[in-house]
């Protein structure tokens, strides 16, 4: 089954107030070719320029994450991501007629909704995943901030909220897999203390705010009616309804989920991490999150994903649980001590096997190959390799005990590196010709640490004993 690339099926129009600008947009998300990824592209300006939707062009984090590129700037970028994110979109082109994506409600859900209304559709190139195969660590120790990333199968968060307030606590939010976003995360809305309400509102910095497209949260009891007003005046809505009941959450409104504070801040982490331009395997762990440590960890994520790209070593997971360990291998192929010489299989799919070996200075041959400088002969490198290959043939066959496997050919054998005690050999065959007759013709490399250390083309032909 293939994971490919994926793009929304028609246009889409969306429109709403920006948070900080309070500027009214027009935002419409456009189908892209495969491998275009998101770009933001500012119609209201000239030339219409784009902007990359990339770590490496954000600008700004506070309250929002703001991106630009090409003389424009595009600010509140992570919900309108989330969303699309969220959806299995990897192309479109989000245009918008202003410098900031509408608040909508506060969350993400009203893009997902218009999104799937839109529909979604497969594209003709696979997806490329991200996929977190050691721990990465990141922190800012002066806030708090830390972040880490470990192997996980699916795209898993794990978020921990603690800003030092009554009003908010310390809270907890996870989502197991990226298809739970929808349901468990998106329709959290973004959060403000009623402490900062003055300053933001007063400094021009939540133009757009509203009780509707916000949760305001209570840090103190005996408000007084007097700043209530000057409140209401700060925010231009004279005939505003605030009631305070003390610490806690603004009673013009109630939470969607009990922790929906901490929820919406995995809505960002999805959002801003949406900016490394590639979909992740993985589990993100997080405290204290916000668009500064959400993006400058993507960035961490991003130089990770470059240095991968020029890393020419080759990947295997020995983590996982073998699917043969040696006692189903000693079933399936003849070979014993002290000729038995693969340990496990790891993998086999239809058209190839992956093995491994792991090598100590117990093996007999070392004795004599050599005394005082012990490497594993290139033949037996071969003959693993060769094992390998033979437990892929069996598995082909009913009975596989009541069968062998004969060489018959090696070409282009090569031997490009010691292999010495304590290395971990891992075999990856793969067929060069479909099997016909009985005749199975293989080419396989054997890696140390991910680095070719021989390789070899092989015919063999499975054999049925007669006596079975």
Known sequence: MTDNQKTIKSAITLEGIGLHTGVKTTLSILPAPANHGYKFQ??????????????????????????????AKIHTTEHCLAGIYSTGIDNAIIQVDGPEIPIMDGSARMFIDAIEKAGIEDQDKQRDYFIIKDTIKFEVADKGIEFLAVPDENYRITVMVDYGSPALGTQHASMMKLANFKEEISTCRTFVFLRELEYLASNGLIKGGDLNN?????????????????LRTLLGKEDLEIKLDGIGVLNTTKLRFPNEPARHKLLDIVGDLALVGRRIK????????????????????????????????????????PLFDINDISNMIPHRYPFLLIDKIMEISDNGIVGVKNVTLNEPFFQGH??????????????????????????????????????????????????????????????????????????????????????AEMLAQIVKEKNS
Not at 217 to 228: D, P, Q
Not at 392 to 402: H, R
Request: aromatic residues 6%; proline residues 5%; without cysteine.
């Open 370 to 455: 050599f005394p005082g400088n012990p490497v594993m002969p290139g033949v037996l490198q071969i003959e693993a390799m060769a094992q390998t290959g033979g437990v892929f043939a069996l598995n082909q066959v009913e009975d596989p005990e009541n069968y062998s496997t004969y060489f018959l050919k090696i070409d282009n054998v090569r031997y490009k590196k010691k292999v010495m005690p304590g290395d971990t050999i891992v075999f990856d065959l793969e067929l060069i010709s479909p099997i016909r007759r009985g005749l199975v013709n293989m080419k396989g490399k054997a890696y140390v640490n991910g680095v070719v250390v021989s390789e």
């Open 282 to 321: 993985g589990h993100i762990l997080s405290a204290r999150p916000g668009h500064y440590g959400n993006t400058e960890f993507g960035k961490l994520l991003k130089a990770k994903m470059h240095e991968e790209k020029n890393d020419k070593r080759k990947h295997f997971d020995l983590t996982k649980d």
């Open 214 to 230: 916000a949760i305001v949260l209570v840090e103190r009891e005996n408000i007084s009616e007097e700043e209530i007003t000057k």
């Open 42 to 71: 500012r119609m209201d300006l000239e030339g219409q320029p784009m902007i990359d939707a990339d770590v490496s062009r954000v600008t700004e984090t506070q309250r929002g994450t703001t991106l630009e590129q090409n003389g």
